[in-house]
């Protein structure tokens, strides 16, 4: 029997027609990157995404975003890059 590819680290890109979509922020939905309610009981909520026209758009893969499920970079810092002050980084 064939393993399954472990998740991707960076980001992966992820097309979305022009609308409103919830995307789950809790890794519990059966719809991959779309919520379905999974997260209720956990603390987490949906992040809210309105696109105007059809884009792609970039999820975390490695799940260290601050913007989670949207990738914002932090997978290609190197460990320790933040000085000590600044613990918001």
Known sequence: ??????PPSGPTPLELPAGVHQLC??????H????????LGTGRVSRE??????????????????????CD???A???GSRRWWMWWA
Do not use: N
């Open 73 to 75: 970079g932090r997978h």
């Open 1 to 6: 029997m064939a393993e399954a590819a472990p």
């Open 77 to 79: 810092r190197p460990a």
């Open 32 to 39: 991959g990157w779309f919520c379905d309610g999974a997260h």
């Open 49 to 70: 995404l309105r696109l105007e026209q059809s884009s792609t758009v970039m999820v975390c893969g490695c799940g260290h975003s601050h913007r989670y499920p949207l």
């Open 25 to 30: 922020s809790c890794s519990r939905s059966r």
